[in-house]
């Protein structure tokens, strides 16, 4: 009796034929049973629900086409992966062995790259949060410091005076690229010459050995073009340091914020549709630099920092629902157990959902609620579907940038996560939370230890 199908009335469907509307052509929905060969319901009977999911395959698809893209456009191009995109040790590693070097905005993030086998050298240190024994140890290793703020830079000056050494350092750019609004909370200003007066202090010292411009224009953006506006402005720079001060700026580095294909909320059509291809960033990006009048000699390394575009499609959220409800106004609402504890960005994504298992023919306007004891818990505010019942899974898709590292332990543990390698097996690559945990760093005064109800 478990196997019986449920009742559908019949139904008529009209032929679509192809033929635009003001919506678009309509896209049908197919369910999504597996996970490179592992049967979503395997893998949740396995490992428990919810469970994220990577794809070791993807994510290496990924950073080897974007390296072809850069290097045949341009003849020096570093990749650093961004370790607050996805800080699991085993993502990251995945990165490295394809040759990118680590991208940390922290202390603990600089840690494990150490941790992971990065050479200090290789590791960019960027982020306006930088301790004094932050610094120092960047020093130590020999690492690009990314100078945020004039604080940093006489407190890096310090060091140097004090150490005897001599920090390899850039320094951090925000400017007008045309994208508003813009990002001008961090680095220094480009148009009001902040930038310029920050390098002739470095350079006037001589304490700090000036050898990359960095910027990073914003997140999730939309328009290559402005890559080009940014590209354009620091090979400026770099050249105005040449002809000025007579010194060659190692590298330029672009920083992230290339969009995945992910939709964002209020996008007319869907993200894949809406976004710049990697090609297109490569090509405003390259065509600036080559074009900007660099003496061959001098032609800067090209460093990048992508996350986002790397790692989301390579990413999955697998869940179960719970139960569904009618809303006062009639629409389905329907439970599942991951919410905003795991899918912070769906704040500001449309994630795609799709089913687990095959359905029949009728959809219906639905809202797709988390599990947490709060209104806004809300998984997506629109979606069509057909009828889920408690016990069928779903499919959240595009999950790999920033959800696993801006996870919560509210109300619900964080569930495992799970690599599958490119021979389709599945890792762990970190366990499922228990209260144990959650405890394991309380300390209990000894006063509170003991009560009476």
Same mark, same amino acid.
């Given at each position: 009796?478990?196997?019986?199908?449920?009742? *559908?009335r019949?139904v008529?469907?009209?032929?679509?034929?192809?033929?635009?509307n003001?919506?678009?052509?309509?896209?049908?929905?197919?369910?999504?049973?597996?996970?490179?060969?592992?049967?979503?319901k395997?893998?949740?009977?396995k490992?428990g629900s919810?469970?994220?999911?990577?794809?070791?395959?993807?994510?290496? &698809?990924?950073?080897q086409?974007?390296k072809?893209?850069? *290097?045949t456009?341009?003849?020096? #191009?570093?990749?650093?992966?961004?370790?607050?995109?996805?800080?699991?040790?085993?993502?990251c590693?995945?990165?490295?062995?394809?040759g990118?070097?680590?991208?940390?905005?922290?202390?603990? &993030?600089?840690d494990?790259?150490?941790?992971?086998g990065?050479p200090a050298?290789?590791?960019?240190?960027?982020g306006?949060d930088?301790?004094?024994e932050d +610094?120092?140890?960047?020093?130590?290793?020999?690492?690009?410091?990314?100078?945020?703020?004039?604080?940093?830079?006489? +407190? =890096?000056t *310090?060091? !140097?005076?004090?150490?005897?050494?001599?920090?390899r350092?850039?320094?951090?750019v925000?400017?007008?690229?045309?994208?508003?609004?813009?990002?001008?909370?961090?680095g220094?200003?480009?148009?009001n010459?902040q930038?310029?007066?920050?390098?002739n202090?470095?350079? !006037?010292?001589?304490?700090l050995?000036l050898?990359?411009?960095?910027?990073?224009?914003?997140t999730?953006?939309?328009?290559?073009?402005?890559y080009? #506006?940014?590209?354009?402005?620091?090979?400026?720079?770099?050249?105005?340091?040449?002809?000025?001060h007579?010194?060659?700026?190692?590298?330029?580095?672009?920083g992230?914020g290339f969009?995945?294909?992910?939709?964002?909320?209020?996008?007319?059509?869907?993200?894949?549709? !809406?976004?710049?291809?990697?090609?297109q960033y490569?090509?405003?990006?390259?065509?600036?630099?080559?074009?900007?009048?660099?003496d061959?000699?001098? =032609?800067?390394?090209?460093?990048? &920092?992508t996350?986002?575009?790397?790692?989301?499609?390579?990413?999955f959220?697998?869940?179960?629902?719970?139960?569904?409800?009618?809303?006062?106004?009639?629409r389905?609402?329907?439970?599942?157990?991951?919410?905003?504890n795991?899918m912070?960005t769906?704040?500001?994504?449309?994630h795609?959902?799709s089913?687990?298992?095959p359905?029949?023919?009728?959809?219906e306007?639905? #809202?797709?609620?988390?599990p +947490?004891?709060?209104n806004?818990?809300?998984?997506?505010?629109?979606?069509?579907?057909?009828?889920?019942?408690?016990?069928?899974?779903?499919?959240?898709?595009?999950?790999?940038a920033?959800?696993?590292?801006?996870? %919560?332990?509210?109300?619900? +543990?964080r569930?495992?996560?799970? %690599?599958?390698?490119?021979?389709?097996?599945?890792?762990?690559i970190?366990?499922?939370? %228990?209260?144990?945990?959650l405890?394991?760093?309380?300390?209990?005064?000894?006063?509170?230890?003991t009560?009476?109800?």
């Open positions: 009796m478990s196997d019986k199908k449920t009742y *559908e019949p008529i469907v009209p032929l679509n034929t192809g033929l635009m003001k919506f678009g052509t309509r896209t049908e929905y197919q369910p999504v049973i597996d996970i490179d060969g592992n049967p979503v395997d893998l949740l009977a490992y919810p469970l994220f999911v990577l794809s070791e395959r993807k994510i290496r &698809e990924n950073v086409s974007a072809r893209i850069f *290097e456009r341009y003849p020096k #191009v570093q990749f650093a992966w961004s370790y607050k995109t996805n800080y699991i040790n085993a993502v590693n995945v990165f490295h062995q394809e990118a070097w680590g991208e940390v905005v922290s202390r603990f &993030e600089y494990k790259a150490i941790k992971n990065v050298d290789k590791i960019l240190f960027n306006p930088k301790s004094r +610094l120092e140890l960047a020093v130590k290793g020999n690492s690009p410091i990314h100078i945020d703020h004039l604080d940093e830079l006489y +407190l =890096l *310090e060091i !140097a005076t004090e150490q005897n050494v001599k920090p350092v850039a320094i951090r925000n400017m007008d690229t045309g994208i508003y609004p813009m990002w001008d909370r961090f220094f200003n480009y148009e010459g930038a310029w007066n920050a390098i202090k470095i350079i !006037a010292t001589d304490k050995n050898i990359g411009l960095h910027c990073h224009i914003g999730f953006m939309l328009s290559a073009e402005a080009g #506006v940014a590209a354009s402005k620091l090979a400026e720079l770099a050249i105005s340091i040449k002809k000025h007579g010194k060659s700026i190692t590298y330029i580095d672009l992230g969009a995945s294909t992910n939709t964002l909320k209020g996008s007319y059509g869907i993200g894949a549709d !809406a976004i710049p291809s990697m090609s490569a090509e405003s990006i390259t065509t600036a630099l080559l074009n900007a009048g660099f061959n000699d001098d =032609l800067p390394w090209l460093y990048l &920092e996350g986002r575009a790397l790692i989301d499609d390579a990413g959220l697998l869940g179960t629902v719970l139960s569904n409800k009618r809303l006062s106004d009639g389905r609402a329907t439970i599942l157990d991951f919410g905003l795991l912070f769906s704040f500001w994504y449309d795609k959902i089913p687990a298992q359905f029949g023919s009728h959809t306007d639905c #809202v797709l609620y988390g +947490l004891c709060m806004i818990d809300i998984v997506r505010q629109h979606i069509t579907l057909p009828p889920l019942n408690p016990g069928d899974h779903v499919v959240a898709h595009h999950m790999g920033y959800n696993i590292t801006q996870s %919560m332990q509210f109300i619900s +543990l569930p495992a996560i799970v %690599m599958i390698d490119m021979d389709g097996k599945p890792h762990i970190r366990k499922k939370e %228990m209260l144990s945990t405890e394991k760093d309380e300390v209990m005064p000894e006063y509170l230890d009560f009476n109800l």
